[in-house]
């Protein structure tokens, strides 16, 4: 699979439950609780190809990852 930011923990469990093998993305998203994020690595090492960042130019990268980080913090998606 293929995606502009790293899935967060409700994707990561839904990609598993489809059976889809791994994740490739282009941005990073990081959990800002380090107890969380130890569970979400956790969570995501069950995928047996992983999940790994893209090391690609995005010519759209500002507006991606703004959008997404504005949504989180106001809790309204774009």
């Known amino acids: 699979m293929y995606t502009t930011l ?3 923990f409700g994707c990561t469990k839904e990609i598993i439950q489809a059976g889809i093998q791994g994740v ?25 190809g992983g999940v790994k960042q893209v090391d690609t130019a995005d010519p759209n990268a500002e507006w991606a990852v ?8 106001t809790g309204h998606s774009e």
């Open 6 to 8: 790293r899935p967060c």
């Open 24 to 48: 490739r993305y282009l941005h990073e998203w990081r959990h800002p609780d380090d107890e969380v994020w130890a569970q979400y690595e956790k969570l995501q090492a069950r995928l047996p």
């Open 66 to 73: 703004t959008s997404r980080r504005d949504a989180a913090t």
